[in-house]
């Protein structure tokens, strides 16, 4: 795939209309995502909002707006006299996830397998592709933003507002566990091989108009990936 495929992959509208924050509680939210994702701030963190102020450049209010939206979302919990932490990983949490990612995401792809327009393939296609091509160029950040994109894309896909919104909400935590089992194996791209393989099974699977084989790509994925994260534990 050319260099100019793989830009207009990561230059669509709405990444662009993500790359420009509209509040400083979205920007505090972004950052701290990256941040918890990767480990740089670690479960179990205490989360001091002064710190925070002042590593992050962005004031009392918005952080705290941020992480009621994580915590929303499970990447942080709040324990009495102890303030806000980064969620933990744990046996029981990890299955959790990786139960409900399996229900929702293996369902989104049989739903996009059956609804899906010649335009949603030819998009999901290209996003495989750059996913690919990203890995080879061990091009880390451009793999996790392709990667977050051919996730809502496919929800979209789907043609069902509640899996939209679902989706994207649990996609961080997921992410933070492939960041987890790269860290624990010395190195992302097998993970990143892993999810070229899954994404690559969805689509063969929606060109086939496969609703059973897309669901069962998607599944099988996830419990491997739960079976790899188990042994790391």
């Given at each position: 795939?050319?260099?100019?495929?793989?830009?207009?992959?990561?230059?669509?509208?709405?990444l662009d209309d993500r790359d420009e924050p509209s509040s400083l509680a979205e920007k505090a939210y972004r950052l701290l995502v990256r941040k918890i994702t990767r480990l740089e701030l670690p479960p179990g963190e205490i989360l001091a909002e002064k710190a925070l102020m002042v590593e992050l450049g962005i004031g009392r209010t918005p952080i705290r707006e941020a992480m009621q939206r994580l915590a929303i979302e499970?990447?942080?919990?709040?324990?009495?006299?102890?303030?806000?932490?980064?969620?933990?990983?744990?046996?029981?949490?990890?299955?959790?996830?990786?139960?409900?990612?399996?229900?929702?995401?293996?369902?989104?792809?049989?739903?996009?397998?059956?609804?899906?327009?010649?335009?949603?393939?030819?998009?999901?296609?290209?996003?495989?592709?750059?996913?690919?091509?990203?890995?080879?160029?061990?091009?880390?950040?451009?793999?996790?933003?392709?990667?977050?994109?051919?996730?809502?894309?496919?929800?979209?896909?789907?043609?069902?507002?509640?899996?939209?919104?679902?989706?994207?909400?649990?996609?961080?935590?997921?992410?933070?566990?492939?960041?987890?089992?790269?860290?624990?194996?010395?190195?992302?791209?097998?993970?990143?091989?892993?999810?070229?393989?899954?994404?690559?099974?969805?689509?063969?699977?929606?060109?086939?108009?496969?609703?059973?084989?897309?669901?069962?790509?998607?599944?099988?994925?996830?419990?491997?990936?739960?079976?790899?994260?188990?042994?790391?534990?």
């Amino acid at each position: 795939m050319s260099p100019d495929v793989i830009e207009a992959a990561l230059t669509t509208p709405d990444l662009d209309d993500r790359d420009e924050p509209s509040s400083l509680a979205e920007k505090a939210y972004r950052l701290l995502v990256r941040k918890i994702t990767r480990l740089e701030l670690p479960p179990g963190e205490i989360l001091a909002e002064k710190a925070l102020m002042v590593e992050l450049g962005i004031g009392r209010t918005p952080i705290r707006e941020a992480m009621q939206r994580l915590a929303i979302e499970g990447l942080v919990s709040h324990l009495p006299k102890r303030g806000m932490l980064v969620g933990d990983i744990s046996v029981a949490t990890v299955q959790q996830i990786y139960e409900f990612r399996a229900l929702i995401e293996g369902f989104t792809a049989r739903l996009a397998a059956t609804r899906a327009g010649e335009d949603d393939i030819a998009e999901l296609t290209r996003l495989h592709e750059a996913l690919a091509q990203t890995t080879g160029d061990d091009n880390v950040d451009g793999y996790v933003d392709l990667g977050r994109r051919f996730h809502e894309t496919l929800a979209r896909t789907a043609r069902n507002a509640y899996l939209e919104e679902a989706v994207p909400r649990i996609y961080n935590l997921h992410l933070r566990l492939s960041f987890f089992i790269s860290r624990e194996i010395g190195g992302w791209h097998p993970v990143a091989h892993a999810n070229d393989e899954m994404t690559g099974g969805v689509v063969d699977a929606l060109k086939r108009r496969d609703p059973e084989a897309a669901e069962l790509v998607m599944k099988s994925y996830f419990s491997r990936r739960h079976q790899v994260l188990r042994g790391l534990l």
